[in-house]
């Protein structure tokens, strides 16, 4: 599961990101333009909007999501604590709604209950490419009816390269994605990773999934 914090306190990001991601598949925007547009490139599985962003109102940054059709579910944090605030977002088409400060275990429970509420309405729980499906509910990928046991981040950087399908991903974007870092020293450390990643899904097969475009990064493609 992929969880968005769109989220300007750096503070508050960095605790969701930590207790979440221990859990789920993590990622931070800090403006509501960034976070509008990784929700209309990458899929999603629930948004944490926060109201106070510094360029555009998390109000309007939740109407611009559902405007596109995007029916992922959003769970307001916010400091504002007004009835009318809270109605106003609530018809943006928000799901859930809760106030700062907030409890770390009810804020667990309500992405709990987001996830499993919506469950019908999110991102496919299969992903599939070929011969390869790859499960976000039990974390598992088969390929050929074999499974392969990868580990979490293996198992990320293949969710997030499945996503993109048929796209040539930069090297930037996964790390930024799928580590949650920028840093350039790190690029040999994404192309490790895919060698790991080939060496279980595609060298024991026939048909190679990944390739390599160079001076770029990498895609996945049947």
């Not at 029916?71 to 959003?74: A, S």
């Not at 609530?90 to 919506?118: G, Q």
């Not at 976000?136 to 580990?151: D, N």
């Given at each position: 599961m992929r969880i968005l914090i769109i989220e300007d306190d750096q503070d508050i990001a960095q605790a969701l990101h930590d207790v979440?991601?221990?859990s789920y598949v993590t990622e931070v925007a800090p403006t509501g333009a960034q976070g509008i547009y990784k929700v209309e490139l990458y899929g999603y599985d629930l948004?944490?909007?926060?109201?106070?962003?510094?360029?555009?109102?998390?109000?309007d940054v939740c109407k611009r999501i559902?405007?596109?059709g995007i029916?992922?579910?959003?769970l307001i944090l916010t400091a504002r604590m007004s009835v009318d605030?809270?109605?106003?977002?609530?018809?943006?088409?928000?799901?859930?709604?809760?106030?700062?400060?907030?409890?770390?275990?009810?804020?667990?429970?309500?992405?709990?209950?987001?996830?499993?509420?919506?469950?019908?309405?999110l991102t496919p729980h299969q992903l599939v490419l070929d011969d390869l499906v790859l499960d976000?509910?039990?974390?598992?990928?088969?390929?050929?009816?074999?499974?392969?046991?990868?580990?979490r981040k293996g198992f990320d950087l293949l969710e997030y390269m499945l996503?993109?399908?048929?796209?040539?991903?930069?090297?930037?974007?996964?790390?930024?994605?799928?580590w949650d870092t920028e840093t350039d020293s790190m690029t040999n450390f994404i192309d490790v990773n895919i060698k790991y990643l080939r060496?279980?899904?595609?060298?024991?097969?026939?048909?190679?999934?990944?390739?390599?475009?160079?001076?770029?990064g990498y895609k996945i493609e049947a």
């Open positions: 979440l991601g221990e948004i944490i909007l926060d109201l106070g962003l510094p360029d555009i109102d998390g109000v559902r405007n596109a029916t992922t579910p959003i605030e809270k109605v106003e977002a609530l018809d943006a088409y928000a799901d859930d709604y809760m106030t700062k400060p907030f409890a770390i275990p009810e804020l667990e429970a309500r992405v709990r209950a987001l996830l499993r509420r919506t469950a019908t309405h976000t509910t039990s974390r598992t990928v088969t390929r050929a009816g074999k499974e392969i046991i990868l580990g996503r993109r399908s048929g796209e040539a991903i930069p090297r930037s974007d996964i790390l930024e994605h799928v060496d279980k899904i595609d060298r024991p097969f026939k048909r190679p999934l990944i390739k390599t475009v160079r001076g770029f």
